[in-house]
């Protein structure tokens, strides 16, 4: 593909399995947060079950959930052994200690230790003298992350970061482009333990998940000018930016409508702006409602398919998995070139994206269009133009071998060889340390 590039480390290519034979069984050791709470969380629960094949995989988690909030993500299936490490019954500080003592143990029992996200990083790092290898994986970015307040970034980016980065062995980024923001004015002795590992999917069955059966009321939206977006609703997704599109689109496309599936903090707001500027709002669709705000849907992959387009409109990300979903259900798609991921998940083999710095234009690539970020002078503008002659003149649903080919790339059988060639790599460099 064009925006690949090659990674290397201790010698190895990524992706490769060493020559010398088959990998020796391991004892690995994931920390997160928690599950069930966004699609990170899958994709840490998809490594763990992927790596649980070749090695004793242990799941560790901070807490066992965020309290069940109703647009939570149900629970990836688990098939490894899942340890609690705080039993949420202390203050921040004791809960923090209890922690640092509980995952101690277990990493001096594992032969790697894997953590997602900024807090099990940073208890990953703080336990680096342990012995045992530290891959931190970072699943987006902070500078750009709307969700953390600017007390919280200048922490994080000033202080707990360059701690983390120093530790850590190596350093797994959601995609090329966290892995650049993380390189960025730092030593090359850190920027050469960035190895980014792009996708953790199952493709054959999102594929397959895209076109399973919905709600009647549903696929009547395919009769309509369409629009889709899919995402959990708080500030970092340019909702806000998509309702206020589409009521432009809504004054010279009369017919149209907007789905928006999935929940969060901001869906009330969400609601009153659409009202504010004279578009019907419904929790379902019926003969009047221009914006369905659907809820938390199971599977959400298959509501994608009543769609004219797919308006992917995030201000900032990692590698959106929902992005690899609208590849997956088949329809025309549109993105923000947000930081960072949807330049690496719609370029094909024949895209080059290296070079480009930034989209003031539309650019069409293999797999969508990718537009101006949200937040750009002139956006709604170039957002408009190019949205309403694709509505008018839809695109043909790409065929199930068309969408598989989309998004094999992604596969966990295809990324996990990376972790296995990474893992391999690592406990060999220890093992001959220890030798």
């Known amino acids: 593909m064009g925006n690949e590039r090659t990674w290397r480390f201790g010698g190895m290519i990524l992706g490769e399995l060493p020559k010398s034979g088959p990998p020796v069984r391991r004892r690995i050791i994931l920390l997160g947060p928690q599950i069930g709470y966004g699609g990170s969380e899958k994709s840490f629960i998809r490594l763990a079950n992927f790596l649980s094949r070749y090695h004793d995989t242990t799941v560790t988690l901070f807490t066992s959930g965020y309290g069940g909030a109703d647009y939570s993500h149900a629970p990836e299936p688990t098939h490894c052994p899942v340890v609690i490490l705080d039993d949420g019954k202390r203050g921040?500080?004791?809960?923090?200690?209890?922690?640092?003592?509980?995952?101690?143990?277990?990493?001096?029992?594992?032969?790697?230790?894997?953590?997602?996200?900024?807090?099990?990083?940073?208890?990953?790092?703080?336990?680096?003298?342990?012995?045992?290898?530290?891959?931190?994986?970072?699943?987006?970015?902070?500078?750009?992350n709307l969700n953390i307040s600017f007390l919280n970034r200048v922490v994080w980016q000033g202080v707990f970061d360059p701690l983390i980065y120093r530790a850590a062995t190596c350093i797994v980024p959601a995609s090329s482009g966290v892995g650049d923001e993380i390189a960025e004015g730092r030593p090359k002795s850190i920027e050469r333990r960035i190895v980014p590992i792009e996708g953790y999917i199952d493709a054959e069955e999102l594929v397959r998940s895209a076109d399973q059966l919905i709600e009647p009321e549903y696929e009547e939206l395919s009769h309509f000018p369409t629009i889709v977006s899919c995402s959990r609703l708080d500030n970092g997704k340019g909702l806000r930016f998509l309702i206020d599109l589409f009521s432009r689109v809504k004054a010279d496309v009369p017919r149209s409508r907007l789905l928006i599936v999935g929940d969060g903090p901001i869906r009330e707001e969400l609601q009153g702006r659409a009202m504010a500027l004279g578009l019907r709002t419904s929790h379902s669709p019926n003969a009047s409602a221009d914006v369905i705000f659907a809820g938390f849907k199971p599977n959400p992959v298959r509501y994608m398919r009543v769609g004219s387009v797919f308006a992917f409109t995030s201000r900032n990300e990692g590698l959106p998995n929902v992005l690899i979903e609208a590849l997956a259900s088949g329809i025309d798609v549109i993105s923000a070139d947000c930081p960072w991921g949807p330049r690496s998940i719609l370029a094909g083999a024949r895209d080059n994206m290296v070079s480009m710095k930034n989209t003031p234009a539309p650019v069409e690539l293999e797999h969508g269009l990718l537009l101006p970020p949200v937040g750009d002078p002139g956006a709604m503008g170039i957002w408009l133009s190019s949205l309403?002659?694709?509505?008018?003149?839809?695109?043909?649903?790409?065929?199930?071998?068309?969408?598989?080919?989309a998004v094999i790339r992604f596969d966990i059988n295809n990324t996990g060889k990376s972790w296995l060639a990474l893992i391999e790599s690592l406990s060999r460099s220890r093992d001959l340390g220890n030798s």
Do not use: C
């Not at 001096?108 to 990083?121: E, T, V, Y």
């Not at 790092?125 to 530290?134: D, I, N």
């Open 92 to 144: 921040w500080i004791a809960r923090w200690l209890q922690r640092l003592r509980n995952f101690r143990a277990l990493k001096r029992q594992s032969d790697i230790a894997i953590s997602f996200h900024s807090g099990p990083n940073l208890l990953n790092a703080l336990l680096s003298s342990v012995g045992t290898p530290s891959i931190v994986s970072e699943r987006g970015s902070k500078r750009y």
């Open 388 to 405: 309403l002659p694709r509505l008018a003149n839809p695109r043909p649903r790409r065929t199930p071998e068309e969408r598989m080919a």
